[in-house]
């Protein structure tokens, strides 16, 4: 993975990252997300010791001009099954990070104490998707296959997730819940493959109210 400086109105090579303990094949740099002074790295087809292609996240933090490998977090409740790629998606947004694994049943958080990331919690939606984004205090985890929906979940006093709904299109299938940006007011979901006015792939991107989920508006492209 490489990281560039943006200074001066000018954008500029500044240093490779690596995976001090990965391998050919581990697909490093598959998903990333950056937050103040850490970044987060998957690696889905890294083997660990709960067997092949199970998958990690690699942290860096910056420090003093220089990015440092932190630590490699992989789901410290339970272990993955063989094959399940964690790392497929990741996101970060201030003590917290999540990582979704494409063959599993939950969505792993982790959080930070001090210096050290520690497995905080798992989510288990009823469709578990390999798409995720995080805000402040809303996270979203996007179902794109099948199911074709968008699970929220909130930010409660102690510090866990709740789950406060299910996003349902009105239309089905177009991969939606692809692609995921989120805020605490508003949940934005792409459905990169939905035909339009008998347009293949013409995609659509839908805004949802973070508080009660209701559809704000929605875009297609006006060409």
Not at 35 to 52: C, E, M, N, Q, R
Not at 164 to 191: C, H, N, Q, W, Y
Not at 199 to 217: F, K, T
């Amino acid at each position: 993975m490489w990281s560039y400086d943006a200074s001066a109105e000018t954008w500029s090579f500044q240093q490779t990252l690596t995976d001090p303990t990965g391998a050919a094949g581990d697909g490093f740099g598959t998903s990333v997300a950056i937050h103040d002074d850490f970044a987060i790295v998957g690696s889905p087809w890294k083997d660990t010791a709960d067997g092949l292609d199970t998958g990690a996240v690699v942290l860096f933090q910056y420090s003093s001009g220089t990015w440092s490998y932190v630590d490699e977090v992989m789901d410290g409740f339970e272990p993955l099954s063989e094959g399940a790629l964690l790392g497929t998606d990741v996101d970060i947004n201030g003590d917290f990070f999540v990582a979704v694994p494409f063959n599993s049943t939950r969505t792993c958080v982790y959080r930070r104490f001090g210096s050290s990331w520690l497995t905080w919690q798992n989510l288990k939606p009823a469709h578990q998707g390999y798409r995720v984004a995080l805000g402040h205090e809303t996270l979203a985890i996007g179902a794109p296959g099948s199911a074709s929906e968008v699970s929220v979940w909130a930010l409660n006093s102690e510090a866990t997730w709740d789950e406060r709904g299910v996003i349902i299109p009105s239309e089905s299938g177009g991969l939606f819940g692809f692609g995921l940006a989120v805020t605490d007011k508003f949940v934005m979901v792409g459905a990169p493959s939905v035909e339009i006015d008998g347009i293949m792939n013409a995609g659509r991107i839908h805004v949802y109210d973070a508080e009660d989920l209701s559809e704000c508006v929605a875009f297609a492209n006006p060409e």
